[in-house]
């Protein structure tokens, strides 16, 4: 057999990169899709390998294939930040926290990159501190600039640092929420950092934890438009590689299933807790092949158990819908197989993205309010890192005798 020619490393461009979970062909997550679409004979829907791999020499997972950023981003742009309370609480508080430990002031500049609908930003405005939001969507960049959170609609990198440098702008503080995962040129991404912040400066990244994903069998936060997925290892050996250094960590376990937030300078400061992370890494193994190599049999567990369960309540004549049509519940559905014969429809509480279809599987996306005509017999929690969220929104459906399953770590009725 003729060996397989793989991509170098979206991080160092090494060559080793060892694969060690294969999701199969999948649509793209986020590629709802149009009602009235499936009736056009010429409608054809991507897509598209889906498979990740181990890099030996900075420890990067990241996933082989790419997919035209064209593709990815701009059409099925449905998701806007401000849709979440817990969210919003945590970046004020970040925010906030933020202003008092910087001392940030009329003369600062706080810059966001993707910074959506500028949510986390107006914290920073409304205490008179100046800021500049970047995002390349148009719809979430134009509500945040009628917010009065002024925001370039473009993509981040060295190009666009230098132009801002040019122009006399640098960065007391720079944030970067839950992008990295998305950015296709990671070293262009990370050298625009190091362009844009002052010397004294400080930039917080915040990211699902690769630590969270194997361990708690989230391979549903697998999907095309996430090309990496970091541990603090990986991240020290990024930003090294610019100039900088990781020197701090914080964890936040109920966010997004796991996140980490990443403080990063041009001072090397490294903390206790930042060289805690780091050690305890190289001791669990995450910096080495091992610690991935089951994982692939840990996912066919899952999906083996989730069909049996849900297969088991449709035999018992049980009816079963499923809550949020974020990128994940894409991944799950359509790697699982969960077809309209297991799950008849799919509620999400963006309006976005109601009336359109799940890609792949097609089950209809309707309100929330839907599971309370409807009152189905168990709800599949997609949007699982949203689930006492969930719960709390939805006490009525459940106090009614509603039930609700969790497909991971392991399926289970809750
Ligand atoms: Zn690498």
Redesign the pocket.
């Known amino acids: 057999m003729a060996e397989r020619i793989l991509p170098p490393?979206r991080?160092?461009g090494?060559t080793q990169l060892r694969p060690f979970l294969d999701l199969g062909v999948t649509p793209l997550a986020d590629a709802l899709v149009k009602p009235g679409l499936l009736d056009d004979d010429t409608f054809v829907e991507g897509f598209f390998p889906l498979e990740v791999a181990f890099?030996p020499?900075?420890t990067?997972v990241q996933i082989l294939e790419e997919v035209p950023a064209e593709k990815l981003f701009v059409e099925n742009y449905l998701y806007f930040s401000s849709f979440s309370d817990h969210l919003l609480r945590h970046s004020r508080e970040h925010a906030l926290g933020l202003v008092g430990s910087r001392g940030l002031g009329p003369d600062s500049l706080v810059v966001e990159v993707a910074s959506n609908d500028g949510y986390l930003l107006k914290n920073f405005a409304e205490v008179g501190v100046p800021v500049l939001g970047i995002d390349p969507a148009p719809e979430p960049a134009e509500a945040a600039v009628a917010a009065g959170v002024p925001t370039l609609q473009d993509f981040f990198g060295v190009e666009l640092a230098e132009r801002l440098v040019a122009e006399g702008k640098r960065a007391d503080v720079i944030i970067a929420n839950n992008v990295m995962a998305h950015v296709p040129d990671l070293n262009g991404f990370v050298g625009g950092f190091a362009t844009l912040l002052k010397d004294d400066g400080v930039i917080t990244v915040e990211n699902p934890y690769v630590r969270d994903l194997i361990e708690h069998g989230e391979f549903d936060t697998v999907y095309h438009e996430h090309f990496c997925y970091y541990s603090c290892t990986a991240v020290d050996a990024l930003v090294r590689r610019h100039g900088m250094f990781l020197n701090d960590v914080e964890y936040f376990p109920d966010l997004h299933g796991g996140t980490l937030r990443w403080w990063i300078g041009k001072q090397e400061h490294v903390s206790d807790t930042a060289q805690r992370f780091l050690a305890e890494e190289r001791e669990l193994g995450l910096t080495g092949y091992g610690y991935y190599a089951d994982f692939a049999g840990r996912v066919e567990q899952i999906r083996a158990d989730l069909l049996e369960l849900l297969r088991g309540l449709k035999a018992q004549g049980k009816t079963i819908a499923a809550y949020g049509a974020a990128a994940k519940g894409s991944t799950l559905v359509n790697y699982v197989g969960i077809d309209t014969d297991l799950v008849d429809f799919v509620v999400d509480r963006n309006v976005h993205k109601q009336g359109f279809l799940m890609p792949g599987v097609h089950q209809p996306i309707r309100p929330v309010e839907a599971l309370l005509e409807e009152q189905p017999d168990y709800v599949l929690v997609l949007a699982w890192n949203f689930l006492d969220e969930i719960a709390r929104q939805q006490s009525e459906y459940l106090a009614n005798g509603g039930r609700f399953i969790v497909p991971v770590p392991s399926p289970a009725i809750v």
């Open positions: 490393c991080s160092c090494g890099c020499e900075c990067l």
